[in-house]
């Protein structure tokens, strides 16, 4: 199918990572709907689209966190387009403070945000995106987070490891109907993400984290000015879709972690012999997982 005739709905697509995206989506032909809650974003936006003589893509107004105007929106972009053809799960906020001070407020905000936007992203569009039919895409936006954890980001890291699990986990469910999942990892980014605290609901006011250092975060959002830029990694993206990657990683410089998560993970496992019952359901479960890679719909009763 040519781009032009498919249609990707981006959350939080008319800033920063969603707005790279969005571009480099419409640069290779693909008809838009775009999710926004600032209106001034949404301006800018409308203007790059109108200023590079593009189709203005759908606006839609939505907090991700709010599952009825999540399934209005979904309704909406089938009226008006009739087709879903790739979803991709961006919004998000970045907040930091010390994970052993945090407040019920802190985890409900970023958690449900973070994880519950894609959670409620999948719900509400899986269904137009399975009706489209085979070819179509999910991508799930996580981070590096996702695998490398610190001191400051406890609860987005957890929210990021929740994303990686259900994303590889929904790649194994969706293959057998001819339905990609991309799990998105990007590093330092230039965004500016760094500013979600001060963007923070009142509902979810009451932090653990104490009162905003804004000098301290300002200061720390100049690192992000060093990152990739959201148009790069937007088309690195599209091509993990075309290519139908599980995993998109758009930054270079991580390989330092990885070895050291490798040689921890290997080193922290007992020297000792498996009994073959247990060997033999570990198999089991390597093969349905390689089953259901390749397109294979997996039950339990091919677990045991």
């Not at 936007?117 to 995106?129: K, Q």
């Not at 085979?134 to 994303?163: C, D, E, R, W």
Request: net charge negative.
């Amino acid at each position: 199918m040519k781009s032009n005739e498919r249609v990707a709905f981006i959350t939080g697509g008319v800033s920063g990572l969603g707005f790279g995206i969005a571009r480099a989506f419409s640069n290779a032909g693909f008809r838009l709907a775009l999710s926004y809650r600032n209106e001034a974003y949404r301006a800018e936006a409308e203007q790059w689209f109108a200023d590079n003589g593009r189709e203005l893509p759908l606006f839609l107004k939505l907090d991700v966190t709010d599952r009825a105007r999540f399934g209005e929106v979904a309704m909406e972009i089938d009226a008006h387009f009739g087709r879903l053809d790739v979803l991709v799960n961006n919004a998000g906020v970045s907040v930091f403070g010390p994970t052993d001070e945090a407040s019920y407020a802190d985890y409900d905000w970023i958690m449900g945000v973070n994880f519950g936007g894609v959670v409620n992203g999948l719900v509400s569009m899986l269904p137009l995106l399975k009706r489209t039919g085979p070819g179509g895409h999910v991508v799930n936006v996580a981070s590096m987070a996702a695998y490398l954890s610190g001191p400051q980001a406890g609860i987005y890291t957890a929210s990021k490891f929740a994303v990686r699990g259900l994303t590889e986990s929904l790649r194994y469910n969706l293959a057998p109907q001819g339905i990609g999942v991309s799990l998105l990892c990007p590093g330092l980014t230039r965004t500016n993400a760094w500013d979600s605290a001060f963007r923070r609901p009142e509902a979810f006011g009451d932090s653990g984290f104490g009162e905003l250092d804004r000098a301290a975060l300002t200061q720390f959002g100049t690192a992000f000015d060093l990152g990739m830029d959201p148009l790069e990694v937007g088309e690195k993206t599209l091509r993990g879709i075309e290519a139908n990657a599980g995993l998109i990683f758009s930054h270079p410089e991580y390989a330092e972690d990885f070895r050291e998560i490798y040689e921890a993970s290997l080193a922290a496992l007992p020297d000792e012999p498996a009994p073959e019952g247990r060997l033999e359901i570990e198999r089991l479960r390597r093969e349905g997982n390689r089953a259901a890679a390749s397109g294979r719909t997996i039950s339990i009763a091919d677990l045991t």
